[in-house]
């Protein structure tokens, strides 16, 4: 079906298109006809969305394509500014309180939760979206709600897994990769002793720190707070947890306690470590040097294991859609996610990406980039996985304000470097949560 000004505004391009797509991608819309929003564009609308800076060139082509063919559908004028996944936040949170700048913004964690009452409401749309897809994945849904309402749309999670040199695994005596941390620590030992030692950072790196940290915390039992936000770091859980931390840092590659993202994937491609965790886009840089080209065939990569707590729980970068209320052009502004998140547009951008960003709802598991290459496998599965960096209390400033203090990540670092016991590393975490959770 062609896309025209006259469909979109009625509201049924994304039934179109979602039929369209049944028999290739199984995605089934018979019952989510009804109820389906319209949003007819302000006369003379254009408007502007912030977004960070893409990780993959092709996740970006599919993303302008659909602003492209939305534009041309609408008339409607979109204008992308790209920043620095870092200054996203204190720009998307400046034009919050300010009340001018970018109409919508592409955000990362629990941004949408430090300005709720300065984005639009759009509950209509992520309900009818849940139900025509499948519905959102738990965790991503969690970053994007607040009062049981949506102020803003789940878009992705940036899938963090281990990546492998599978010879070396070998090398070391295991024929298969543990499932489990006790495992996990085993193979650990074994390949430092032979030479080829695993690396995590236990420096203030923004994504595989914090991904490291909270895994470490959450796959023993430990939260930062329970369910009321009341801190309860200091536990037999958490003590668990670091001293797990312990021994896995005495196998890794010195200098760990320093690494900043960018570190591990460095140490990875040249040979220091051969384990450590990332995204995919380190198996595509190593891909696109034919120097590395012996380095990218032995790559393998898997989910982080299971730890005494039993279920793969993870923290992935998530990133959201919101929509600020000071735009003048709402209804196009909800035009123009309902277009994006429409099963063509939604299908393209999540295979443009090559497995960088996982769905964010279950009906584009089906998506072919999934199986399009094994090494993808594992990233298929970060929005399942995913818990709220705020586990297990409520998002908002105070989850936000812990996790950009790196709360948790000094946790570690401070017990498995010896400056401090585990029990005064839990006491120094625990006084520095309760200053955010007051």
Known sequence: MKLTRRNVLAGTAGIAAGAALGGRFGINNAFAQAAEP???????????????????????????????????????????????????????????NVGSGPDMVMSWFDDPQQYPDKLLDLTELGEYLGARDGGWYPGLEGYAKRDGKFIALPLCAIGNAICYRDSHMKAAGFSEFPEDTAGFLELCKALQAKGTPAGFPHGKAVGDGNNYAHWLLWSHGGKMVDE???????????????????????????????????????AFLAGQVSLTANGVSMYYAA????????????????????????????????????????????????AYLKFIYGNDQMNAWVQGANAYCCQPLRAYESNPVWTSNPIH??????????????????????????????????????????????????????????????
Do not use: C
């Open 38 to 96: 319209t949003y007819t564009p302000e006369a003379g609308a254009s408007l502007r969305v912030l977004r960070w800076v893409p990780f993959v060139p092709a996740e970006e082509e599919a993303f302008l394509a659909n602003t492209k063919a939305f534009t041309d559908a609408t008339g409607v004028q979109v204008r992308i500014d790209k920043e620095s996944w870092e200054d996203v936040r204190p720009k998307a949170a400046v034009a919050a």
């Open 377 to 438: 496998a594992p990233y298929s599965r970060a929005s399942a996985s995913l818990r709220p960096n705020g586990y297990a209390g409520p998002l908002g400033s105070a989850s936000a304000g812990a996790m950009a203090d790196y709360v948790l990540v000094d946790m570690f670092a401070e017990a498995v470097t010896g400056q401090r016991s585990p029990e005064d590393a839990m006491r120094n975490a625990e006084r520095r949560a309760s200053r955010y959770y007051r």
């Open 228 to 266: 009321s936000g009341a801190v309860t770091i200091n536990s037999p859980e958490t003590l668990a947890a670091i001293q797990y931390a312990q021994e896995l840092y005495k196998t890794f590659i010195p200098g760990t306690e320093s690494w900043l993202d960018v570190n591990n994937n460095r």
């Open 287 to 334: 891909l696109k040097d034919p120097a590395l080209a012996e380095l990218a065939a032995d790559m393998r990569s898997v989910n982080l294991p299971i730890g005494p707590v039993g279920e793969s729980v993870e923290l992935h970068q998530a990133s959201t859609m919101s929509i600020f209320s000071h735009t003048q052009y709402p209804e196009a502004a909800k």
